[in-house]
C-alpha cells in the first residue's frame, strides 16, 4: 500500500541538520508543507464530534527520495478519508486476534459483574435490611424507655418497703427484663445477620469476579505489549513492556503504541527510510478537559512516547542543541529580611531532575547566608518577573502564612493570541496534573483543585490581547490553562510551548505584587515591568 508521499524536489534543498527532539521542537518547513497537504484530506472540524492528534514524517527513501508519512493517533481501523495513513504497530483491531478473543472474556466477565450488581434479588435484600435495621433500633430504644420506666417504678417500690420478699421480687423482675431485652437484642441480631449473610455473599461473588476481572486485565494488557514490537535506527528490537520495564520500572499505560510519533517511526525504520523532522498537530474541536487548538503543533506525550521514542531514537543523528545564553536572576531589593528578584523566562525556580540551574541555585550562591528554605513561592520556567525570597526561616513562615491566607496580591501581565472580545472576567476552572502527559494540567470537576482568575483587557492590537491577570489561587500552570481552555477565555498566551505555539519565549510576566513586609508590617508593593 502507498504510504509514501513525495515532496517536490525544489523544497527540499534546506534539511535540518539532525532529526527534530520531539518533546521540544518548532515545526520544521517541510512539516508545514506535510500538514498543509494532509489537511485536504482530513474532515472539516466542523463535522467532526470529538478532534484528533496527527503526526508527519519528514523522511528520505533509499532513492534519496524526500518525502513524508502520515498517521494518527488511536487505533481505528479505518477514518475513510482516502489517505494512506501507516498501519499500527500491532493491529489490535484483528478479528480473528488473540485481543479480540481476551477482550470478549472481559466483556463476559463485565457482563456477570453487572448483573450481579443489578440483581433484584441483591435490591430487594438491601432493602430489607435497611427497613430491618431501622426497626431494630426503634424496637431496641423502645424496649430501653420501657424497660427505664419499670427500673424506676421498682425503684420507687424498693425505696418504699422493707418487706425483704418484695425485695426478692423486684430483683428477679429486673433480672427477667434484662434477659428478655437480651434475648431480644440477640434475636433482631440474628436476623440483620441472616440479610447480612445473603447480601454477602453476592458481595463475595463480585469479588471474585472482580479479582477475576483484574487478573486477566493485567495478563491480557501484558500479552497485548508484548505484541507491541518496535524497531529503532540502530535495527535493534524491543517490545513495549521490556523498554518501560527498562525505562520507568512499570508496565505500560493503556494506548500504549498507538499514538502518531512511535507508528510512524515504526514504519520508517521498517522500511529503511531516514527520518528527518517529526511534527504532530491537533484537528477538530477542542476536548473538555485537556488543552488542545485546531491546526496547532504539540510535543509528544510523556506518559506512552517518552520511555517508546527514547528506545526508537538510539542511533539516529539528532539536531544540535543551541547553546543557549546563561539566564541570570535580577535583584531589584534587599534588606535584613527578604530580597525581591526579577526572574527571566527559561529558569527554574527550583533544580529539576537533571538539577538544572534554577533561582534557587543562583540564591545559595549569591546569597550563602540565607537559612532554607528561602523560595516562599514559584514561578514556572517560562514566566518571568517578580519573586520573594526570605533570608531567614522566620520570614519564610510568615511570608508563607501570607500566602496561604491570601493576603499577597500578584498581577500578572501577558499577551494573548488572539483578539479578545470581552473587557474583563472571572475564570472559575478547577485544575489537576495531567496523569498520562505530566507536567501539563487539565480541567477536571470531579478531583481537580480550586483555580480561579480575575482579567482585564489592556491593549489590542494586530489580533493580539495585552491582559492584566489577578490569580486569586495558585495552581501549577494556572493563567496559562485559564487562557488557553475552551472554557477560560480560549485563548492560548503568546509563545506557550504547551497549550498554545511556541515561540522565543512565553508572553507572560508576574509584574506587581503586595504583600505586608515581615519585620515592619507594613505593605510593601513592588513593581517590574516587563520586557515585552
Not at 420478699?165 to 440483620?192: A, C, V
Not at 510535543?299 to 521514542?309: D, I, W, Y
Not at 545564553?325 to 523566562?345: G, H, M, T
Request: charged share 25%; with cysteine.
Amino acid at each position: 500500500m502507498h504510504y509514501f508521499y513525495p515532496i517536490p524536489e525544489e523544497l527540499t534543498s534546506s534539511l535540518p541538520d539532525g532529526f527534530n527532539n520531539p518533546f521540544d521542537y518548532t515545526p520544521h518547513p517541510l512539516c508545514l508543507f506535510a500538514k498543509q497537504q494532509l489537511e485536504r484530506s482530513l474532515p472539516k472540524p466542523s463535522t467532526m464530534e470529538k478532534g484528533k492528534m496527527y503526526g508527519v514524517l519528514i523522511v528520505k527513501n533509499l532513492s534519496g527520495q524526500i518525502g513524508y508519512l502520515a498517521a494518527y493517533s488511536g487505533n481505528e481501523k479505518d477514518l475513510n478519508s482516502g489517505f494512506y495513513f501507516v498501519p499500527q504497530v500491532y493491529d489490535i483491531t484483528n478479528p480473528s486476534g488473540f485481543f479480540r478473543a481476551e477482550e470478549q472474556n472481559l466483556n463476559e466477565i463485565n457482563a456477570a459483574i453487572k448483573e450481579l450488581k443489578n440483581s433484584s434479588v441483591l435490591s430487594d435484600l438491601k432493602q430489607q435490611l435497611s427497613a430491618k435495621e431501622k426497626a431494630a433500633k426503634q424496637t431496641i430504644k423502645q424496649t430501653k424507655e420501657q424497660n427505664k420506666i419499670h427500673k424506676a417504678e421498682r425503684d420507687k417500690k424498693r425505696s418504699s418497703t422493707t418487706d425483704d420478699s418484695i425485695h426478692q421480687l423486684l430483683i428477679k423482675q429486673s433480672q427477667t427484663e434484662k434477659s428478655n431485652f437480651n434475648k431480644l437484642r440477640k434475636q433482631l441480631k440474628n436476623e440483620l445477620d441472616e440479610l447480612r449473610s445473603e447480601i454477602e455473599s453476592f458481595n463475595e461473588k463480585l469479588n471474585s469476579l472482580k479479582e477475576q476481572r483484574k487478573l486477566k486485565s493485567a495478563e491480557v494488557q501484558k500479552q497485548l505489549f508484548d505484541n507491541y514490537v518496535f524497531i529503532n535506527a540502530d535495527g535493534n528490537k524491543a517490545s513495549a513492556t521490556a523498554i518501560f520495564e527498562q525505562s520507568v520500572n512499570t508496565l505500560p499505560p493503556a494506548g500504549t503504541g498507538d499514538c502518531a510519533a512511535p507508528k510512524l517511526l515504526q514504519h520508517a525504520f521498517i522500511n529503511n527510510y531516514t527520518p528527518i523532522a517529526i511534527a504532530e498537530f491537533w484537528w477538530g474541536p477542542s476536548p473538555q478537559k485537556k488543552v488542545r487548538k485546531h491546526g496547532y503543533f504539540y510535543p509528544a506525550c510523556k506518559s506512552k512516547c517518552e520511555p517508546l521514542l527514547g528506545f526508537m531514537l538510539k542511533g539516529l543523528s539528532m539536531a544540535s542543541d543551541k547553546v543557549k545564553k546563561p539566564l541570570k536572576i535580577e535583584v531589584i531589593y534587599e534588606d535584613d529580611c527578604l530580597i525581591i528578584i526579577n526572574k527571566p523566562s527559561g529558569l527554574l525556580s527550583v533544580p529539576g531532575k537533571s538539577n538544572d540551574d534554577s533561582v534557587y541555585q543562583q540564591i545559595k550562591h549569591l546569597f550563602p547566608r540565607c537559612e532554607e528554605p528561602f523560595i516562599v513561592h514559584r514561578l514556572d520556567r517560562d514566566t518571568s518577573g517578580l519573586m520573594i525570597i526570605t533570608k531567614t526561616k522566620n520570614v519564610y513562615i510568615n511570608l508563607q502564612k501570607q500566602f496561604l491566607n491570601h493576603d499577597v496580591k500578584k498581577r500578572y501581565v501577558a499577551i494573548l493570541d488572539g483578539d479578545i472580545k470581552k473587557d474583563s472576567g472571572t475564570i472559575d476552572l478547577p485544575l489537576r496534573v495531567d496523569l498520562d502527559d505530566r507536567p501539563r494540567q487539565l480541567v477536571c470537576y470531579k478531583h481537580g483543585k480550586p483555580a480561579k482568575t480575575l482579567w482585564k483587557v489592556i491593549t489590542k492590537d494586530k489580533n493580539q490581547t495585552r491582559v492584566h491577570f489577578y490569580p486569586l489561587t495558585g495552581r501549577t500552570h494556572q493563567l496559562r490553562v485559564h487562557a488557553a481552555h475552551i472554557k477560560g477565555l480560549n485563548t492560548p498566551i503568546v509563545g506557550d510551548p504547551l497549550y498554545g505555539r511556541k515561540a522565543k519565549r512565553l508572553m507572560l510576566h508576574a509584574e506587581h505584587i503586595v504583600f505586608n513586609h515581615p519585620e515592619t508590617q507594613k505593605q510593601i508593593a513592588f513593581h517590574c515591568p516587563a520586557n515585552f
